[in-house]
């Protein structure tokens, strides 16, 4: 494994909601509760689990777009927690983020060329004919005909738009780039041109990637490691093909199961989804899992089981399944 | 044609606003060639004389001639509703937007005082001030802007509210743009319609307030000529001369109700619900 | 229910409390000397002196915030520089007159806007909806006392309906009445306005609802459906406005009093304003706040009354 370029850890994460009268009720929501994970340089690292599980409030926290509230964040062995605002705007130059939602991610008065130029012109990076050739190199990039840099967002259709959010997040050159589910808005037929897109910019720049998404096949496609939450916690982390074709945690194995493989060789059986993700704001004693877990027991119910990584492999659970 | 002033045009309404509207500018801008006396010539052998010929629309107690009062009166009543919401369109929308921007308890607390302040009714708070600051006209400027300066904060905030959850917003973060950047190059464009859509219909309250400060004797200091100072002279008379309460009235009455106009079109051309 | 009450009334103490604060605020922030403001420009340093000395403005600034603040709240609003009578007694005396004014000028409003507002909502886009939103719009252009004056000019003197001078005796109901009439109308147009406008819109909305076509399908007759089931839901922004410009119409009821000459809180202001009673105008902003926070706590409270979802949030 390469150096590592990002590295978080016992990242938290809470949110403080007073609600009621005349007792005020206060209630902490542990979006993120104690969360290590390493990404290599040139790295594409996926972040699983269902929606709530804090999986977007980790990718944003790394970056200071939401202020953690606890443990530490490395990017190229700088600590991002400490960095002062000066420092941090450096720090984000090199580590940018493309977002789920292409319509609201690119304002709607500014011209693409103009979103484009922007963020080089802040950073005195080019100005000019000198950035506009830059903005035009960049939707080329993408593959988007420079000419279009005189046109609004609203010309342009859902894919199109999500090419040019990767293409602003480029313009800084930057080697991380957090994807925070950057392609479930999409129509399905666009998804894998997208998809390839991000691949070829990783191989061509050596980028690394945080992936978010709720979507196993994606994550397989795309990701070399995995690391799969559940309510704030990270329950199992490896390598892609090691933690989905040989999960260890029983969540995993819920999740594999609910998303099938286009492969008759594989055939298995139905998905057994038992239960609703439980709220956050009140996870369940004990290991948060075992209200819908079939391995459950008394242990369970009472420990939150330790993070215990072999060869590579990590899992927090009491009866993990077999390692191979 | 721009088919945000397609849907302005077809609507007689707004047209009919726009028509007062501008025809009270140009009767201020021309005040200087149009009225036919100087508005503070007194002409002694004609005081008090009902409409005429020479006088259009009669003379007041001191034999001035109300047409050229009316037409000059127009420039204090323009100046100062423009100017004081101009102040409060800045500060106002201002403090919205940046204690919307910050969010949280600050947000909380600026609210509550903004709201405070809103439930205040304006004409005694513009009345209090004026009367403490002395009828000047910065002062009516001051005092009218301070009354409308909480509406603004509470009008520019619900559009930034909405602009803030945009992910543009987040990009503008990740990017490295200050906040001052993010706030004022990136969500202010997006907000500027709807505000100023506001600003008309309160320039018709500014109108409006600035005529009853005048009325009640806390406008512009006389002989200067205002339409409720003039209506205040003209309401001692109202016996003799019903005209000198009458024509400024009416002068107040068209502007107030021009703006509205304006302003009601204005909203309906931009609100997304009818848009399309 | 009670419970809800509770709530809304301590709410309203920090509200008060603020609002007090505001007046004090402003009071002091406005650039300038109230000293200088009463005795003129040309008084000399040593009679500016004597006067700070007299309104307690050469005590540090919070020293006199505390005395407002805790003789306020005592009911000490202090006493008038001019007659040298505390200011409550004064505004007692003509506070009934203010009062009966304002609430006929509400009830005008309400009586003339929530009609004219469901009407046009149900008759959208015909003669009568837009003679009604003309009418609405010309009337919120009023400024009261313009509409005051061509009143008074038109149903006092060119017709001598009703009385020019408004001083009733408030004993005989309807010397009162008489005299009340034309000022309330008057006032009472630009909160019709408002509220026909707001009615309307709300009505609008209501009307699409599924409940309205359930109860005319299920055989309520439609005119029930509208004036019961309608009004009811469409009702709360309704109030909303009524309660936000019950504040204006306060402010309004100032310009009222002067045309109509009747006797209230507004004459007193002005003739304070005339005496450069700088106590005294103090005093009436804050006997402003208090009823400024006693109408919003009632519009709270109508709100409890109207929407059962209220009482348990």
Redesign the interface.
């Known amino acids: 494994m390469s150096e590592a370029i990002l590295t978080v850890a016992g990242l938290t994460k809470h949110f403080t909601v007073v609600k009621g009268f005349p007792r005020p009720v206060k209630t902490v929501v542990k979006a993120v509760d104690g969360v290590d994970f390493t990404v290599a340089a040139g790295e594409a690292f996926g972040l699983v689990g269902e929606s709530g599980c804090g999986k977007s409030t980790v990718a944003r926290a790394a970056m200071r777009l939401i202020e953690p509230d606890g443990g530490s964040v490395h990017f190229a062995g700088q600590d991002v927690r400490a960095a002062r605002p000066r420092a941090l705007i450096a720090l984000r130059r090199r580590m940018q983020i493309v977002f789920q939602d292409p319509y609201s991610s690119l304002n709607p008065r500014r011209t693409i060329g103009r979103t484009l130029m922007e963020p080089l012109e802040v950073h005195g990076m080019a100005r000019g004919a000198e950035a506009r050739s830059q903005a035009a190199a960049l939707m080329e990039e993408v593959g988007l005909p420079p000419a279009a840099l005189d046109r609004y967002p609203h010309e342009f259709s859902g894919g199109q738009r999500q090419r040019i959010g990767i293409a602003r997040a480029l313009a800084l050159q930057p080697e991380l780039i957090v994807a925070d589910e950057p392609v479930s808005a999409l129509d399905v037929s666009v998804q894998a041109q997208v998809l390839l897109l991000l691949k070829e910019l990783q191989r061509r720049r050596g980028l690394a990637f945080v992936f978010v998404s709720h979507d196993l096949s994606v994550i397989r496609w795309f990701c070399a490691r995995v690391a799969v939450m559940y309510l704030g916690r990270i329950v199992e982390q490896g390598p892609v093909a090691e933690v989905f074709s040989r999960p260890r945690h029983p969540y995993t194995v819920m999740l594999r199961d609910a998303s099938p493989i286009p492969d008759p060789s594989r055939r298995g059986v139905l998905p057994r989804v038992v239960g609703e993700i439980p709220s956050a704001a009140a996870p369940p004693p004990g290991c948060h899992f075992h209200p819908r877990c079939n391995r459950a027991t008394d242990i369970c119910r009472t420990e939150y089981p330790r993070f215990r990584t072999e060869a590579g492999h990590g899992v927090a659970c009491h009866h993990p399944h077999d390692a191979a | 044609m721009n088919p945000f002033l397609k849907r302005m045009a077809s609507n007689p309404?707004t047209s009919v606003g726009v028509v007062l509207c501008i025809a009270i500018v140009l009767a201020a801008v021309l005040a200087p060639y149009i009225s036919p006396f100087d508005p503070l010539d007194q002409h002694i052998i004609d005081k008090l004389k009902p409409p005429s010929s020479t006088y259009w629309l009669g003379t007041d107690t001191y034999g001035r001639d109300v047409l050229s009062r009316v037409l000059w009166g127009a420039r204090i009543s323009l100046v100062v509703s423009v100017a004081s919401i101009s102040g409060a369109l800045l500060v106002g929308g201002a403090i919205g937007m940046v204690s919307c921007y910050i969010g949280g308890r600050a947000d909380l607390y600026i609210m509550?005082?903004m709201d405070?302040?809103l439930?205040?009714?304006?004409?005694?708070?513009g009345?209090?001030?004026v009367?403490?600051?002395?009828p000047e006209m910065i002062n009516l400027i001051f005092a009218i802007g301070l009354t409308a300066v909480a509406p603004f904060a509470r009008i520019a905030r619900a559009p930034v509210l909405s602009m803030k959850?945009?992910?543009?917003v987040?990009?503008g973060?990740?990017?490295?743009?200050s906040h001052i950047?993010v706030l004022f190059v990136?969500i202010l464009?997006?907000i500027l319609s709807e505000v100023l859509v506001m600003a008309t219909l309160w320039m018709?309250t500014a109108v409006?307030t600035e005529?009853?400060l005048s009325?009640?004797?806390?406008g512009v200091k006389p002989p200067i000529a205002t339409w409720?100072g003039m209506?205040r002279d003209?309401?001692d008379a109202?016996?003799d001369a019903?005209w000198l309460?009458?024509f400024p009235?009416i002068a107040?009455?068209l502007l107030?109700?021009g703006l509205?106009?304006v302003g009601?079109g204005l909203r309906d051309a931009t609100d997304p619900k009818l848009a399309g | 229910m009670i419970f809800y009450v509770i709530r809304r009334l301590l709410a309203a103490i920090p509200t008060l409390l603020a609002v007090l604060t505001l007046v004090f605020v402003i009071v002091r922030i406005v650039p300038g000397d109230p000293a200088v403001a009463i005795l003129g420009d040309r008084a000399t340093p040593a009679a500016v002196a004597a006067m700070q000395h007299r309104l307690g403005l050469d005590r540090p600034l919070w020293a006199q915030y505390v005395t407002f603040m805790s003789h306020t709240l005592q009911g000490d609003f202090g006493t008038s520089m001019v007659t040298n009578r505390p200011i409550l007694v004064d505004v007692a005396a003509v506070l009934p007159h203010t009062l009966i004014l304002t609430i006929a000028a509400m009830i005008v409003g309400t009586v003339m806007g929530v009609p004219a507002g469901v009407f046009a909502a149900l008759y959208r886009n015909r003669w009568i909806d837009v003679l009604v939103r003309m009418v609405s719009l010309l009337g919120l252009s009023f400024p009261v006392f313009v509409s005051g004056v061509f009143a008074l000019l038109l149903f006092a003197l060119h017709w001598p309906l009703f009385p020019v001078i408004g001083n009733a005796n408030l004993a005989d109901p309807l010397d009162v009445l008489d005299k009340l009439v034309l000022p309330a109308t008057t006032l009472g147009i630009i909160m019709a306005a408002y509220i026909t406008r707001v009615t309307r819109s709300s009505m609008l909305q209501v009307l699409s609802e599924d409940y309205m076509r359930t109860a005319r399908a299920k055989g309520v007759p439609w005119r029930r459906v509208v004036w019961r089931h309608g009004l009811r839901n469409a009702g709360l922004p309704v109030v909303t406005v009524v309660g936000l410009y019950v504040g204006i119409l306060i402010g309004n009821s100032v310009l009222t009093e002067i045309v109509f000459n009747r006797p209230g809180l507004g004459k007193i202001i002005v003739s304070a304003l005339d005496q450069r009673d700088y106590t005294m105008l103090q005093g009436l902003m804050t006997v402003y706040c208090f009823l400024i926070v006693v109408v919003n706590l009632i519009t709270d409270l109508t709100y409890g009354l109207i929407d059962p979802r209220v009482k348990q949030a």
């Open positions: 309404t509550q005082v405070v302040l439930s205040f009714p304006s004409l005694i708070l009345l209090i001030v009367a403490l600051l002395g959850e945009r992910a543009f987040e990009a973060r990740a990017l490295g743009f950047r990136h464009p997006n018709a409006r005529a009853s009325f009640i004797g806390l409720g209506m003209g309401f109202i016996l019903p309460s009458v009235g107040i009455l107030v109700l509205n106009m009601d």
